[in-house]
Nanobody, 125 residues
């Protein structure tokens, strides 16, 4: 059974930083089979793409609003994906979800088969 468990969310002041983690079980990162991504859903809004990273970790891409502030990375030996979030803004407040996609990577949530339950990030002004 595949499980993705996010952690690292919390309350932070604007300008601060958080590092989210997503620990995967039931699938093996070391086979480089899974592209990974982070999505987020703010109150009253639809879930949106934040960042994705390819199976090997060699390529990553971001939504425009987080470019230069967020960094996605992965440790295949530990089956873990990270999202380093710097210079946080109140508009980054959302529930952040980790997702896994077999083969390839994508910014479309419809392409992802496995999802975590999310971790809450609140950025105060």
């Amino acid at each position: 059974q595949v499980q993705l468990i996010e952690s690292g969310g919390g309350l932070v002041q604007a300008g601060g930083s958080l590092r989210l983690s997503c620990a995967a079980s039931g699938l093996t990162f070391s086979n480089f089979d899974f592209g990974m991504a982070w999505f987020r859903q703010a109150p009253g809004k639809e879930r949106e793409f934040v960042a994705a990273i390819t199976r090997s970790g060699g390529y990553s891409y971001y939504t425009d609003s987080v470019k230069g502030r967020f960094t996605i990375s992965r440790d295949n030996a530990k089956n873990t994906v990270f999202l380093q979030m710097n210079s946080l803004k109140p508009e980054d407040t959302a529930v952040y979800y980790c997702a896994a996609k077999y083969l390839g990577s994508s910014s479309s949530q419809n392409d992802y088969s496995y999802w975590g339950r999310g971790t809450q990030v609140i950025v105060s002004a």
